[in-house]
């Protein structure tokens, strides 16, 4: 059995977000990539005369049909320290990623859909397409006032853009963490820092969360920060974290034991993930803490294996379907306004590209200096007001890539109600997602009634207006 040193207590408390204002309305905004070119507000009073610090917190797998603050309690994966940050935030219910990791943080790092990047699936090897050096990414955007780094999980290179040393080619001062994917155990990986590859015997967690402090310690206090803190939690494999990090019981870390109750498994890693962050969020001091803001993710939707029902492995990650690309964000800090509300209005985690760029002074307009079409639109206005307008009225997503099987390569979109996925193999299916929310019932299937079919051509237009094909 592992070792089982810890460096935190667990945090027991927490604070529910069940009872929260109301959400915001729909509106008739576009949300197509021409519409995202309007000029940000200059006068948002978001910063403060002291540049924010930006904590961008990507949890790995962690879909909405576990996550907190969004689940039914009964499938809610046990982390209270997000939960808090839920309760002195903004919770984001109506968020798509993508079905899998990379295209995922490829779009937030560049606020661009993934068939402009080229990373439409996992990076696996060198025969799949990794990020370009040519993307302008998010450290690429800050002013060069700000420190930055990247810690954990990275899944974006291969021998195309410069292996190891992709992190920094991107514009990040520093890297610490994962090149790869996933572990093969989390007890023992080869972590890369700055370049240089060593083997090491640290559970992964912690060891993340270790680097992440270390860094911010080298910071000066003058300087305002962006880290970008990749946990590779909850992702398989299945595994036993340190006791003092979880509350979970009768784990044996047997390979039999994690195979017969994967979930007991997946919901202590996703614990020991939520105690380590809230050990780094501790570490901050006070005057820290509150010039920072603090954006928790996941980056795709559960995996099949422990997905609750009534969905299932066909509609979990890695598909196009909700359980693959809903996914939970919470965003908290300084000059937020009514603390505690959610925000039903659709979102692309491309639109953190904008937002951060926002919050630490960029204005539109000096996003869209270069020739690259930008989808991203900031969430400011979600922040700095109770009430706001949706800024999208639908939102996307895609799969495809060589190592995709082509019966599940395609795109999706969804408004308010109604979600269209056409599969690149040219067939469709049609979701009235208030009525079926788990998508069981494709409306195809039948003849639509009007209002489905004037939902139907207005969404088949959206593909049109942003892909070029229906």
Not at 387 to 393: D, G, I, S, V, Y
Request: aromatic share 8%.
């Amino acid at each position: 059995m592992h070792p089982r040193s810890v460096h935190a207590a667990l945090l027991v408390s927490a604070l529910c977000l069940s009872c929260t204002s109301a959400p915001s309305n729909s509106s008739n905004a576009d949300a197509s990539t021409t519409d995202a070119g309007s000029p940000l507000p200059a006068d948002a009073g978001v910063v403060a005369q002291t540049k924010p610090n930006i904590l961008l917190v990507i949890a790995d797998d962690l879909g909405a049909d576990v996550a907190p603050c969004m689940a039914p309690e009964a499938d809610r994966l046990p982390m209270p320290r997000v939960e808090s940050l839920c309760a002195e935030g903004v919770v984001f219910d109506r968020v798509w990623a993508n079905p899998t990791c990379s295209p995922t943080r490829a779009t937030m790092l560049t606020g661009r859909y993934s068939f402009r990047t080229g990373v439409g699936q996992q990076i696996l090897g060198n025969n799949t397409t990794a990020l370009p050096t040519t993307e302008t990414t998010l450290p690429h955007i800050l002013d060069p006032e700000y420190a930055s780094a990247a810690i954990g999980k990275w899944h974006l290179a291969n021998a195309s853009n410069g292996g190891v040393a992709h992190p920094e080619s991107t514009g990040f001062d520093h890297y610490a963490g994962l090149m790869i994917g996933a572990h093969q155990d989390f007890y023992n990986w080869t972590r890369t820092e700055d370049g240089e590859s060593l083997d090491i015997e640290e559970y992964a967690t912690t060891r993340m969360t270790d680097d992440a402090i270390d860094w911010l310690n080298q910071q000066p206090d003058a300087k305002p920060w962006f880290l970008w803190l990749a946990y590779t939690a909850p992702h398989t494999p299945f595994h036993q974290p340190p006791d003092a990090l979880h509350t979970q019981t009768g784990l044996t870390g047997e390979r039999q034991h994690i195979r017969q109750n994967r979930a007991a498994y997946f919901r202590a890693a996703a614990q020991a993930l939520d105690t380590e962050l809230g050990r780094l969020l501790d570490h901050l001091s006070q005057a820290e803490r509150a010039n920072t803001w603090v954006i928790f993710v996941g980056d795709n939707g559960t995996t099949g294996q422990v997905i609750p029902a009534p969905r299932n492995p066909a509609s979990a990650k890695g598909t196009l379907y909700e359980g693959g690309i809903h996914v939970p964000m919470v965003i908290t800090g300084p000059g937020l306004v009514e603390p505690g509300r959610r925000v039903d209005a659709p979102v692309n985690l491309a639109d953190l590209y904008s937002t951060i760029a926002e919050l630490t002074g960029r204005t539109r307009a000096s996003l869209e200096a270069g020739n690259a079409l930008i989808d991203s639109l900031s969430l400011v206005p979600y922040l700095t007001e109770a009430q706001t307008e949706p800024r999208r009225t639908w939102m996307y997503s895609e799969l495809f890539g060589s190592e995709i099987a082509p019966e599940r390569e395609g795109r999706a979109v969804r408004d308010e109600r109604y979600k269209l996925i056409r599969f690149d193999q040219g067939d469709a299916v049609f979701f009235d997602l208030n009525e079926d929310p788990f998508e069981q019932r494709n409306l195809l299937d039948a003849d639509l009634s009007v209002v489905q079919q004037i939902a139907f051509d207005r969404l088949s237009n959206a593909l049109m207006d942003l892909t070029g094909a229906p």
